[in-house]
């Protein structure tokens, strides 16, 4: 059974970099069948696709957040990271880190738990 | 970028009654690039439905999934207790990035 975790500080700064690491166990980012994703919710509100890597290295980014963004992998860890830089209010949110399947069909299938991330100072 | 509109925004129904669940898109999606999520307070999403009507492993058969073009409907056949949450529809296309609908709760009435 695949797991995801994510972790990384709960409170940043305004106009700081926030930092999440999601590791994953039960299965190896390096199969190269699953890109590997971030996803976040603000309180109350709905899902926002972030980005996602492949083992590779290679990534695909969310236009809207693109020049703040950048995710990384280490597949000697079977973790991958979110940076995302200049943060705000607006970027308050629960961090998901996700698998992403598109071999046959395009979906989410494994979650992690979430983590909350305030922005404040 | 697509969007996706989710109706109603609250439902509210009781246990044994039928749901049904509509997301519509603003330009046509590829039947393989239609999903729904499940989501209850303080938990992740979990996967119910991809490709328009296909179940995830372990979804139990009262859940189903139809639509294509922009229309897509996610039913629930006879309701449970635990079903009661928030459920999203989620889709990839053209625009090369994936977005959820915003939502329809489904409350016990």
């Known amino acids: 059974q695949v797991q995801l975790q994510e972790s990384g500080p709960g409170l940043v700064k305004p106009s700081q970099t926030l930092s999440l690491t999601c590791t994953v166990s039960?299965?190896?980012?390096?199969?190269?069948?699953?890109?590997w994703s971030w996803i976040r919710q603000p309180p109350g509100k709905g899902l926002e696709w972030i980005g996602y890597?492949?083992?590779?290295?290679?990534?695909y980014y969310n236009p809207s957040l693109k020049s703040r963004v950048t995710i990384s992998v280490d597949t000697s860890k079977n973790q991958f990271s979110l940076k995302l830089s200049s943060v705000t209010a607006a970027d308050t949110a629960v961090y998901y880190c996700?698998?992403?399947?598109?071999?046959?069909?395009?979906?989410?299938?494994?979650w992690g738990q979430g983590t909350l991330v305030t922005v404040s100072s | 970028e697509i969007v996706l509109t989710q109706s109603p925004g609250t439902l509210s129904l009781s246990p044994g009654e039928r749901a049904t669940l509509s997301c519509r898109a603003s330009q046509s999606v590829s039947s393989s690039y239609l999903a729904w999520y499940q989501q209850k307070p303080g938990q992740a999403p979990r996967l119910l439905i991809y490709?328009?009507?296909s179940r995830a492993t372990g979804i139990p058969d009262r859940f189903s999934g139809s639509g294509s073009g922009t229309d897509f409907t996610l039913t629930i056949s006879r309701l449970e207790p635990e079903d009661f949450a928030v459920y999203y529809c989620q889709q990839y296309g053209s625009s090369l990035v994936y977005t959820f609908g915003q939502g329809t709760k489904l409350e016990i009435k």
């Open positions: 039960g299965g190896s980012i390096s199969s190269g069948d699953y890109y």
């Open positions: 996700a698998r992403l399947e598109e071999s046959v069909a395009s979906y989410f299938d494994y």
């Open positions: 890597i492949y083992y590779s290295g290679s990534t």
């Open positions: 490709g328009a009507s």
